[in-house]
C-alpha cells in the first residue's frame, strides 16, 4: 500500500495517471485433504492452499485484490486424479480464462495454469473448479474473491458507504457420501474436455458458514461498535437456498448484489441468498447487542428449512454519540412518522441531520429557545442520527422515521 | 413518435399428452400446450404487444379433463376432453412476461408439463426464451395415472430448458443466445417447475428489466439470478466481448439429466 502511495504521489506530480498495479496469486490445487466436520467425523476434500505443505483449506484462501488490479492466479495443480480450472465467478473474464475446461483450458496433475483479469467493480465474488463442478464444488474447490476500492478500503466503493469493520458470511453445505473416493476419484477422460459423470443424490448434513458448522461456529463472532457501520458480505456456493436473518436492531441495509451496487438499497432483516448469489449488507448497530444471526438453509425443490446455523454478534460501546451533560436535551416523537421536536438545545447551537451511514443531510443553525421541529418528511423511513453543536459541546441522538 | 396500433393476436392450443425422451434416451410421460395435435415437450409461446386483445382456442386433444389459467387475469376455464374453449385478454404494460398454465390437480398437470410463457412485447432487441423445468422421471408416471406423490421429498431428476436439456438447448435457435458485442439481447425466462433454478451467466452481467416476484429487482445488475417456481423474468444482456459462455444453473445438482453431469440445465452463449 506505500509503494502504491508513493507510486500515486510521484505520477501525480509529473501530471500522469497513476499506473495500477499487478497482484500476482499462487494458488495449489489439492485433493488429498482432510476436513474435521462438527461431529467430529473426517472427510477427505479437495480444496487450494497457498502453500505445499498445507492441508488444503474449505473455503480455499481468499483472493484480494483493488478495483482495476491486474491479477494473475498462478494456478499449480498437485492432485493424481482428474484435471481442475479456477472459474472466476461473477469477474466476467474472456473466454480464455474463464475456467470452463472445454472452452478455455484445464489443468493436469503437475501442470500450471495461468489465468489472468482485470477487476474493474468491487465486490464480493467466487473462484471454484468448473471441471465436474458438481462434485469438485462439493469436494471444497472454492473460494471468496474480494475487489475493493482502489482510493479508500473502508468504502464499499466509490462515493459507497462507509464502514468501520466488515465481516463475510459465506455458505455451502456437505453430504458426506459425495466425499467417499467412489465419488469424488470420478473417472475421466485425458483426451476430452467434457467429462460426463454419474452424481449421487444430494442430500446434505452439515451446514457450514465459513467452513463451519454448530460449536465450530463459536468463534466466528462478528464484534462491532454501536454507530459504527459494518459490511456484511453474504455468498452461496452451496446446492440450497440460504436466508438470512438479522437482528432488527443492525438494522440492515442491501446495498449490492453480485460485485454491482444495487439501484435502490433496501431496509431488510431477511435476506435470501441463491447458489451462486453474492449480496453485500450495512449493519448500523445503533446501541450495544450481544445477538445472531441465523442462518437457514433451504432445498431448492421442496423448500423446506434443513438446517439453521448462528453467527453470533456482538456490538459494544457508544462510538461518536456524546452523551448529554447536565442539560435535559429532548427529542420527541421518537419514533415519529416524519416531524420531530427538539427542545432544551443551548443557544446559538447548529443542529446537523445524518442518516444511518453518517452522512450529512442537512443542517441549520438556530437561535430559538421554542422546541425545534426537524422534518424528515421528504426522507425514507430508517434510522437518523441529530447532531446538536453548540459552545457548550456537542450531542448525538438516535431517531426513527417510520 | 412512434404510434402501435393493437391488433387481436390468436393462437390455437392444443392440449397433447405424450412421452417425452430425454438427453439420455430415458422416456416419461409428459403433457403440454401445443400449437399443432401432436405432443411436443417444447409449451407454446404466446407473444404479443401491450394492449393486443389475445385471443385463445384452448382444444383438449387428452383423454382428461383440462384447466387453463393465468394469474390475476384468465380465471380457471375447465376443458373437457374433446372441448374447446376460448378466451380473450389483454396486457397493456410492455415488457411482461407471464405464465399460462393448467391449475388443475395443482402441480400435477404443471408438473407434467402444462405450463407455457406469454410474452408482452415490443421488443426491438434480439430475443430468446427459456422456459424452465425439471421432471422427475418416476413421478411423472405416478401423476400421469393419477397418483398421488409427496412433494415434500420432491427430487427431480431433469432440468431442461424448452424442453431440452444439455447438450441439446443449444440446437433451440430460441433458447442458444447467438449475437455481437454491443448488441442489445433480451432474455424472457419463466421457470415452469417446482424447483428454484438460480441461472448464473458467465462472461457478463446483465440487468432485470422485469421481474414478476418483485419489483424491487428491477434494474439489478446481477450474473446470478435466481427464479421461483411459476415467476418470470426479463433481462437485457450487452455482451462487451466475444467468446462463447455458458449460462447454468448454479444448483449444481441440476446441471445433470438421469444423475448424468452436464446434461441438465447449461447452455452456451456466442457472441461474435
Redesign the interface.
Known amino acids: 500500500m506505500r509503494s502504491r502511495f508513493i507510486l500515486a504521489l510521484v505520477f501525480t506530480f509529473l501530471g500522469i495517471i497513476p499506473l495500477l498495479s499487478q497482484t500476482t496469486v499462487s494458488l495449489i490445487g489439492r485433493n488429498t485433504g482432510t476436513k474435521v466436520l462438527s461431529d467430529g467425523n473426517k472427510i477427505r476434500v479437495f480444496g487450494f492452499t497457498h502453500d505445499f505443505g498445507e492441508n488444503p483449506s474449505v473455503p480455499g484462501p481468499t483472493i484480494e485484490g483493488f478495483e482495476g488490479d491486474s491479477i494473475l492466479i498462478d494456478f499449480w495443480n498437485i492432485s493424481q486424479g482428474a484435471p481442475h480450472t479456477i472459474?472466476l465467478?461473477?469477474l466476467?473474464?474472456?473466454?480464455a480464462n474463464?475456467g470452463?475446461p472445454h472452452?478455455s483450458f484445464e489443468v493436469h496433475h503437475m501442470d500450471h495454469g495461468y489465468y489472468r483479469f482485470k477487476a474493474p467493480h468491487p465486490g464480493t465474488y467466487l473462484y471454484h473448479c468448473h471441471v465436474?463442478?458438481?462434485?469438485h464444488?462439493?469436494a471444497g474447490m472454492y473460494g471468496l474473491v474480494i475487489i475493493r476500492p482502489k482510493n479508500d478500503t473502508n468504502v464499499t466503493w466509490e462515493n459507497g458507504y462507509s464502514f468501520h469493520t466488515e465481516a463475510t458470511l459465506f455458505m455451502s453445505e456437505i453430504d458426506t457420501f459425495w466425499h467417499h473416493d467412489s465419488v469424488l476419484l470420478h473417472e475421466y477422460d485425458t483426451s476430452m474436455s467434457?467429462?460426463?459423470?454419474?452424481?449421487?443424490?444430494?442430500h446434505p448434513q452439515h451446514f457450514l458458514v465459513n467452513g463451519k458448522s454448530n460449536w465450530q461456529l463459536d468463534n466466528q463472532i462478528i464484534q462491532g461498535k454501536a454507530n459504527a457501520n459494518i459490511y456484511l458480505r453474504l455468498a452461496n456456493i452451496g446446492?440450497f437456498?440460504n436466508r438470512v436473518i438479522i437482528p432488527k436492531g443492525l438494522h440492515g441495509l442491501l446495498i449490492d448484489?453480485?460485485?454491482?451496487p444495487?439501484?435502490?438499497a433496501?431496509q431488510s432483516d431477511t435476506i435470501?441468498v441463491?447458489?451462486?448469489?453474492?449480496y453485500g449488507m450495512i449493519l448500523a448497530p445503533t446501541e450495544e447487542m450481544d445477538d445472531s444471526i441465523v442462518v437457514q438453509y433451504i432445498n431448492?425443490?421442496?423448500?423446506?428449512i434443513a438446517n439453521e446455523q448462528a453467527v453470533a454478534i456482538q456490538i459494544e460501546g457508544y462510538l461518536g454519540i456524546e452523551h448529554p451533560s447536565s442539560q435535559a436535551y429532548s427529542l420527541w416523537p421518537n419514533p415519529s412518522s416524519g416531524s420531530f421536536y427538539l427542545s432544551g438545545a443551548p443557544t446559538p447551537c447548529t443542529f446537523r441531520v445524518l442518516n444511518s451511514t453518517g452522512s450529512l443531510l442537512f443542517q441549520k443553525e438556530t437561535t430559538e429557545t421554542s422546541p425545534i421541529q426537524i422534518s424528515l418528511e421528504a426522507h425514507p423511513d430508517g434510522i437518523y442520527f441529530i447532531q446538536v453543536i453548540s459552545a457548550q459541546g456537542s450531542w448525538t441522538s438516535k431517531i426513527i422515521k417510520q | 413518435m412512434n404510434w402501435c396500433v393493437a391488433e387481436t393476436v390468436s393462437y390455437t392450443l392444443f392440449i397433447n399428452s405424450g412421452i417425452y425422451t430425454a438427453v439420455d434416451s430415458a422416456q416419461f410421460p409428459a403433457s403440454a400446450f401445443n400449437l399443432t395435435a401432436e405432443f411436443s415437450p417444447e409449451n407454446a409461446r404466446i407473444i404479443a404487444s401491450s394492449g393486443d386483445t389475445i385471443h385463445l382456442r384452448i382444444i383438449n386433444n387428452d383423454s382428461l379433463v383440462h384447466g387453463f389459467s393465468i394469474d390475476d387475469k384468465v380465471p380457471l376455464l375447465n376443458i373437457a376432453v374433446g372441448d374447446t374453449e376460448e378466451v380473450e385478454f389483454h396486457f397493456f404494460e410492455a415488457y411482461i412476461a407471464s405464465i399460462y398454465y393448467d391449475p388443475l390437480a395443482y402441480p400435477t398437470n404443471v408438473a407434467l408439463g402444462l405450463a407455457g410463457m406469454i410474452y408482452i412485447a415490443p421488443s426491438h432487441a434480439s430475443t430468446f426464451y427459456w422456459n424452465l423445468k425439471e421432471f422427475n422421471k418416476s413421478w411423472a408416471s405416478i401423476l400421469a395415472t393419477g397418483n398421488s406423490v409427496d412433494w415434500a421429498n420432491y427430487y427431480p431428476d431433469y432440468f431442461t430448458v424448452n424442453g431440452r436439456s444439455n447438450p441439446n438447448i443449444n440446437l433451440d435457435s430460441n433458447a442458444r443466445i447467438v449475437g455481437s458485442v454491443g448488441e442489445t439481447i433480451h432474455i424472457i425466462i419463466a421457470n415452469t417447475g417446482q424447483s428454484v433454478h438460480s441461472l448464473h451467466f458467465h462472461g457478463y452481467h446483465a440487468q432485470i428489466l422485469y421481474a414478476s416476484e418483485s419489483p424491487n429487482y428491477v434494474g439489478r445488475i446481477k450474473d446470478t439470478f435466481p427464479i421461483k417456481s411459476m415467476q418470470t423474468m426479463i433481462l437485457e444482456l450487452i455482451p462487451d466481448k466475444p467468446g462463447e459462455y455458458p449460462v447454468h444453473d448454479h444448483n449444481l445438482v441440476a446441471v445433470s439429466a438421469g444423475g448424468i453431469y452436464p446434461n441438465g440445465m447449461f447452455l452456451t452463449m456466442l457472441i461474435q
Open positions: 472459474h465467478h461473477g466476467d473474464v474472456d473466454q474463464d470452463v472452452l465436474v463442478s458438481s462434485i464444488v462439493q467434457h467429462h460426463m459423470v454419474a452424481l449421487p443424490k444430494y446446492y437456498y448484489s453480485d460485485g454491482r444495487l439501484p435502490n433496501l435470501e441463491f447458489p451462486g448469489e453474492r431448492m425443490n421442496t423448500g423446506t
